[in-house]
């Protein structure tokens, strides 16, 4: 079932991801931005920090993230119609933001966020397939570095990630399982399914769903083994941009601890 012998339309073999480009700090004004590049999908990425959460998290002194997602009208190859000017979000966005925002709240700790929203805006600048986890894993970068930021600040007092997250999506297509598809590979598929997961092997979100016919227990796992070997990819990209922050935010916190106990 797994030939590497296959021709995918870009050449790729059936496990490869497309080339993965991540530009932190690509815009000067937000807490956190990084500009993620898969291929020739395209997401601007950013963090904002509010100092207030939703009315419901009024005065429990835990935070929240939230989700915003866009797609410019020449993302794609035919002008789609701003969603402003229609007056209301579409069912597609809609679903996609919640999802990044549910992504990525499995990577924070509340309580040590505070009453705190961060905002994580995507902006889909061009896009070719895997627009929403493109999104997830470009997002996290941002909500990295605005955290970073504002804990080496000393705004926040306690360093909230718990989780490295990232995602990809994977598809059966003329009957193989392939690895981050790319649009005319994911409009013919025969299953498509978007994985979200952590850096030590634990996933947050499946969405799969069968598109041409059913598949197999057997198809299944190869493709979450596929997607395994995606994250750990985009995990080791995602550190190569972010360690030097981690870096920081690791020696200011043995710094506090050790003045505690002098």
Known sequence: MNDERVERIDGRAFDELRPVI????????????????AGDTKVICTASIEERVPSFLHRTGKGWITAEYG??????NERTQREASRGKQGGRTLEIQRLI????????DFEALGERTVWIDCDVIQ????????????GFVALVMALGNHYLEERILAWPL???IAAVSVGIVGGVPMLDLIYREDSKADVDMNIVATD???????????EGRTFSQEESEAMLKLARTGIAALSAAQHEVLDPIIE???????????????
Request: proline share 3%.
């Open 22 to 37: 991540l530009n932190p700090g690509f815009i000067k004004n937000a807490e956190g931005s990084c500009l993620i590049e």
């Open 71 to 76: 797609m410019l009208p020449r993302a794609t």
């Open 101 to 108: 925002g549910r992504s990525l709240r499995a990577a924070v």
């Open 127 to 138: 896009a070719d397939g895997g627009t929403r986890t493109a999104s997830i894993t470009g």
């Open 162 to 164: 718990s989780r490295w």
């Open 200 to 210: 030590n092997d634990q996933f947050v979100e499946i969405q799969g769903s069968a």
């Open 248 to 262: 920081k935010v690791n020696k200011l916190s043995m710094s506090r601890l050790n003045k505690r106990f002098r």
